[in-house]
């Protein structure tokens, strides 16, 4: 049998001869430059000086057809390989039946449904600028976590990261073909980083957060990204808009989901109404958004007159006002939430004054992680006001609301400016009015 790699066309006898000759020949420590032989480099001859002069050797020796053939039966039944010196042991080559019942096995090492990731047309245009603007950021990845090896310079390299993490959220440029040529959704690109214990928490959540977007093939940076905007007058003749999701936005996500679902604790909105977009909440002035027998499935902190508190990782949360001994709808869903004990989604708004709560976004709103109802009391029988406690669930990460974990981000509070600058108006700011 012969060896697996290609050795040109040498006899099984030659072959014996060569490595009898290179038995004889003792390795050195360092590599000893050789020139290439028969039209390739063999790294093998720079190793172990004398390989390439022996196999140049006149062929002292041949077999004849039958003497091959026998060998090669002696070979073939023998029970130990003999030796084979700089060369891995002779394995039995033996051949199974053929397959029945076959399918093909998905390979590819991205962890997220995205099975676009194979089917990507490889052909198309693409910048080799662009696609260096993404390797660099798998270039910082790695001088990330060999700032940690090295146990200096950690700060540095995590800060220099973090920011450019935050600017890919803006890229205008990013296509199917880059991503896939960068290869930062694989196992050494975006998933290092959220996967790793080592790497500060706000930069694995902002990775993990862009990871998700790119799977989901949400490439467009726009803030309003599948939101028709309508400017009009009203019979005042007082400009007014309207917003509402685009029917044909390809990747809506619906609200209707107990728990946190693809949303990552910090996510960030300029409108109540692109909370709609992504799944974060379901309705685009309430605060309170459930279905009837489910309960609860979200809840926004914001202004209104309500008696809430907002202590952070425990808050208190208004129903809203109905008649006496009839709760209100929404409140009904917040008593579902109690009995059923599931987490409800909280996203706190600019809107709150600041001097009610420190953990307000400056702007828009934000996603700050799943809460429970540990209880809840009546402050008005006559109109049948409940206030829910709800304390914030273990093993989250901490509320993004100072330092350099703060969100909104400097990159998305300066693209929220240019959208109020486009439109010609500051009523983005609101987007809130009442529960």
């Given amino acids: 049998m012969s060896d697996k790699r290609s050795r040109g066309n040498d006899s099984v006898g030659t072959q014996t001869n060569r490595f009898e000759d290179r038995a004889k020949l003792a390795p050195i420590s360092h590599p000893i430059k050789a ?12 190793r172990y000086p004398g390989l390439k002069s022996a196999s140049k050797r006149k062929r002292n020796t041949t077999l004849t057809d039958s003497q091959t053939i026998k060998k090669r039966h002696d070979h073939s039944v023998t029970s130990k390989p003999r030796s084979r010196p700089f060369a891995p042991p002779l ?23 995205a099975a676009w990731y194979t089917a990507v047309d490889m052909h198309k245009a693409w910048k080799r600028s662009d696609l260096q603007t993404l390797l ?9 976590f060999h700032a940690v090896e090295a146990g200096h310079g950690q700060e540095v390299a995590f800060s220099i990261l973090r920011r450019r993490l935050h600017q890919m959220e803006f890229y205008d440029f990013v296509t199917e073909i880059l991503v896939v040529k ?10 290092a980083v959220f996967d790793s214990t080592v790497i500060p928490w706000d930069l694995r959540a902002d990775a993990l957060m862009l990871f998700k977007k790119w799977c989901m093939r949400q490439w467009d940076p726009d803030l309003l990204r599948g939101i028709v905007t309508k400017k009009g007058t009203n019979n005042r003749e007082k400009t007014l808009s309207t917003r509402s999701i685009d029917k044909n936005y390809p990747t809506k996500v619906s609200a209707n989901h107990v728990g946190a679902g693809d949303l990552v604790n910090g996510q960030w909105w300029p409108l109540q109404i692109c909370t709609i977009r992504d799944g974060a909440h379901g309705t685009p002035e309430g605060g309170i958004y459930g279905q009837a027998g489910k309960g ?15 202590e952070g990782d425990r808050i208190k949360y208004c129903g809203t006002s109905g008649e006496e001994d009839k709760p209100t709808a929404f409140t009904e869903r917040m008593l579902e939430s109690f009995e059923l004990k599931n987490p409800i989604r909280v996203l706190r708004s600019s809107a709150l004054a600041e001097k009610h709560s420190r953990y307000r976004p400056v702007k828009g709103l934000r996603y700050d992680g799943t809460y429970n109802i540990t209880e809840y009391e009546i402050l008005d029988k006559g109109t049948s006001m409940h206030r829910f406690t709800l304390e914030r669930c273990a093993g989250q990460d901490p509320i993004r609301y100072q330092g350099e974990q703060v969100r909104p981000t400097e990159e998305e509070l300066s693209q929220y400016k240019k959208v109020q600058a486009h439109l010609g108006s500051c009523s983005a700011e609101k987007g809130f009015e009442h529960r």
Wanted: glycine share 8%.
């Fill in 136 to 144: 660099y950021t798998a270039e910082l990845i790695k001088k990330a």
């Fill in 182 to 191: 960068s290869k930062l959704l694989d196992e050494q690109g975006f998933p």
């Fill in 91 to 113: 394995r039995l080559k033996s051949r199974g039946k053929p397959l029945i019942n076959t399918s093909v096995v998905d390979t590819r090492i991205t962890r997220y449904d």
């Fill in 35 to 46: 020139e290439p032989h028969d039209g390739e480099h063999n790294p093998i001859l720079c």
């Fill in 296 to 310: 609860a499935y979200s809840i926004i902190m914001s202004a209104g007159g309500y008696a809430d508190i907002d």
